[in-house]
Structures are given as structure tokens and as C-alpha cells.
């Protein structure tokens, strides 16, 4: 899930045991061979490409896994054809949820998206009902004892970042996507290691979650919606509070 900052730091505490690490590379590797075929497999030439690396890399995605991703792309290991659809509604509490889909089979994505909605008493919203309260933005995570706030700030605000905020043992760097691979760049070649990486959907007015029981509803339907296959990133504008954040880290 990708979104608030809150619980981007709960996904990376969870994220480095992930089981499901290897559905992960899956997805975004599916990312990086539709961006190659729509725009090259040259990452100097293809912002998105480059953009979809810096994001592989910010997982630990190994090169090769990528090398293959791109190479699928440009028809080098064969054609691979991907259609991306998006789908908008509302969880439990009011929550927002922007899920973003990848697809061989436009029917299938549609049947099994549409069963895990209303599995979970939810359906689709009207198109940009709910993206108009989300901002593209690139987002880097780093931990507090990769570098100090000092340091980050000359790095990253000197590379062209926004904001710099510290926030429960992290710092999240924010940037308009156009300058977010320089950011990246910028803070590898400063040697700050980061926890995450990625150009995402972040939300402009969030939804205060101060009941434990209707979050955990919230992360079981996006849980859900993440198994399935086709899809690729679900954004949520969720805002936990810290009880209820504590509370959910806990039984995670």
C-alpha cells in the first residue's frame, strides 16, 4: 500500500520479513516492462523507466530481475502486453482507495476486483471521485540513523526536494515527480541509504481513523486487493491515529 506516511513506516518495519517479497519485484517488474515498451528501454531517454528502477531499488530488487523486466519490454525475451486500469471507491470509515491495475485480461481484473469490493461492503466510486483528493508525489523514506536532518536537508533540498519531515524513526523526503530521480541520485552518490523509494499517490485531505477495529477492516480489504495479481498499488488516504496505529502495528 502506498500513501500516508504513517503507515508507509509501518509497511517498511514490516517489509524487510515480508513473505511476500517476491510478489513485490512481480509487480513492479510488470511496471518496468510496460514502461520500456512504451517508451524505450533506455533509462537516460524514459523518465518513467528511471523513475520504476529508483523504486526496485528501493525494495532490493535484484538488477537482474529489472535487466529481465526491461528486455521483456523492448521484445527482447519476447511480446508482453499490459493494460493499466484504475479503479476508484470507499472502505470501511469513509477511506478513499485509489487501486491501480496491471493486466493481461481486462475482464478477469474487472470480475475479481469488483468481487473483493464487495466482499468487503465496498463499490466502485464514479472515475476521479476519489483520485481528485490524491497528489503525484515522489516519496523517499530514510531512517534516522542513515544520515541526520542536517545533512538530508542539504542533500535533498539542494537537489530540488520540497519537504523534509522526521517522523517516528524516519525522515520522508517529498518532491514534485519531475525532480525525484534527481533527489534520489543526489542522496546515493551523498552515500544515505534509503528505506523506500517511489513516485506515488499521496493524499490532499486525509480521513481520521480513530476506531482499531474499522482500520483493521480498512488493512484487511487493501490486504485483499494486494494478493490479487493484477494489481499494482492501492493508495489510501487513511490517517491513523497513534493508539490505533500502535494498536495495528502490534498484531501485524
Partial sequence: MSGHSKWATIKHKKGAADAKRGKVFSKIAKEITVAAQQGGGDPAANITLRSLIQKGKGVNMPNDNIERAIKKGTGELGATSFEEIVYEGYASGGVALVVKVLTDNRNRAAAEIRHIFGKHGSSFAQQGAVSRNFDRRGQILVEESAASEEKLMEVALEAGAEDLVHDDGQFEILTDPSVFNDVCDALEAAGIETASKEVTLLPNLTVPVNDPAVARAV????????????VQDVYTNMDMTDEVMEAVSDEA
Fill in 219 to 230: 488493512l484487511k480489504f487493501i490486504a485483499a486487493l494486494e494478493d490479487n495479481d493484477d
